[in-house]
């Protein structure tokens, strides 16, 4: 009888790693004791996805390890403690009707069959995990011995004494605050927050997290917890403790359903007291297939084009918040490949890729962005990604770049595409680099779209059927926000771009050396098919994807009146 291939060599048969990416993962395991797939995820070698499909393939089943995972309350709550422990099982997270199973045996079929039978669901499907049966005991013992809600460990820590000193112990999880942090923590990630909010008042600390850009109020907590919070907020993020005066920034990563989250936490000293800022950096949501990103099809058609165009500086637009980050991301996902060295300086990196060289740089020893350029154009990259020109010796090494043969992608904060030319010849870049270096500008903003599960139709009145382009005997249904369990009852769930896409051709090249103004320009462009912010943003009303409210509050509408 044949033996069984072995997993690496599997690996490298189906084309997912090379002998010598197998030879290092082996050494590594050695070194460490960790499982094969876990190690050519952390190398980079494959990404989570492939791992979890190509270990599934071989064996059978996936595996992971559950040290210092943040406890999912939805989870643990379908099976009882009892239950767990006598089986030696554990819900790892719960998202939609998918319930993760930590087992050390996932091919136990009669354990699963009971697991059916016990739930305290009957909807829910499960997914077994190969996890080491030391970690699972371990998870039961801390995570089901410890109140884990919100307002539990709120009742908890207001009838009971909260020992700072003891917030950085070993033993974590007997420390009320230490759960409250991570359980806040967990419902911002859950509800797909960007960033948490902890601002302390005078008498209390609001709670707020930025959801679709939005800031909502989701808690209020007295101000007693405050000294507490502040506390493990530092001891998580490494921030000095006796530091109370001066800004301070730092980052931590915690595991949170299943997946390694990031977090960057900036503190501010005020009148109150420190407020903190967490903004949530998700991989899993931070690189997003262009396909995926919900552009126009003629905003994506337009993108693709401009991608193809071998060297020159490609510049996306907007104010912070709008999503360039992301759609740069995408882009270089799109042409990231093991022939194309590519290479990035980020104010901070946010989003590890692999075979990508990220940089991030550094105002306080010298590692400037246009330092930072001179440097990468000596480490023969193909393509350049610049987190933001600001000044004007980073323009100019940036078009020095585009200039000689190299792919630039950079940000630049401007309202609008056609904006963009008058900031740049303000930065100092004479209009004859900019003709025939640019190839393209892409202004983004992202705007609400509306909840699918609750969204209610209606006929515009006379002034709404003007700003969406209606003719007097045409007869059109928008759409407005109501609120349901499924949005929180905000009428708004999750958000779409909002794209102007301007391709540089000749002509607009001609007009940028005879200097033309915008209007000019913008004539131009239109013949070229550009549709502005506003007409984009109306594009999608009359489509029934979110509301002229909503649009009015991320574009100018008043330029269609």
Partial sequence: ???????????IHEGYIN????????????????????????????TEEQSREAVGESTGYDSMSIKGIVPDLSALATLTETFARANQILPISLRDDLLKLAMSNPEDILLLDKVR??????DLRLQPVLVAESEIQ?????????????????????TGQVDIHALSETDEYSQPMVRLVDSLLTDAVKREASDIHFEPEEYYVRVRYRIDGVLQEVRLLHKSLWSGLVVRLKVIS???????????????DLVVMGRRIDFRVSSLPGTQGENFVLRILDREKGIVPLDALGLDPDA????????????????????????????????????NDVGVNIMTLEDPVEYPMSLIRQTAVNDDIGLTFARGIRALLRQDPDIILIGEIRDTETAEMAFRAAMTGHQVFATLHTNSALGTIPRLLDIGVPSTVLAGNIIGIVAQRLARKLCPHCKQPYTPDAFEAQLVGLEDNEHAVLYKAVGCDKCNDIGYKGRLAILETLRFTNEIDDLLL?????????????????????????SWVRRGETTLDEISRVVNLTELI
């Fill in 1 to 11: 009888m044949a033996q069984p291939m072995r997993l690496g060599d599997k690996l």
């Fill in 19 to 46: 002998a010598d990416q197998l030879r290092i993962a082996l050494t590594e395991q050695r070194r460490t004791g960790k499982k094969l797939g876990e190690i050519f995820v952390y190398l980079g070698f494959m």
């Fill in 117 to 122: 039978r016990n739930l305290k669901r009957s």
């Fill in 138 to 158: 371990f998870a039961i013992d801390h995570y089901y011995g410890y109140e884990l809600s919100i307002d539990g460990i709120l009742n908890e820590l207001e």
């Fill in 238 to 252: 490494s921030l000095d403790l006796t530091d109370q005066r001066l800004p301070q920034d730092g980052h931590m």
């Fill in 300 to 335: 994506y058609q337009e993108v693709k084009i401009m991608m193809s165009r071998p060297n020159g500086i490609f510049l996306v637009t907007g104010p912070t918040g709008s999503g360039k980050t992301t759609t740069l991301y995408s882009i270089l996902n799109e042409v």
């Fill in 514 to 538: 005879d200097e033309a103004p915008t209007h000019v320009l913008l004539k131009q462009a239109k013949k070229q098919g550009f549709r502005t912010l506003t007409e984009s943003a109306v």
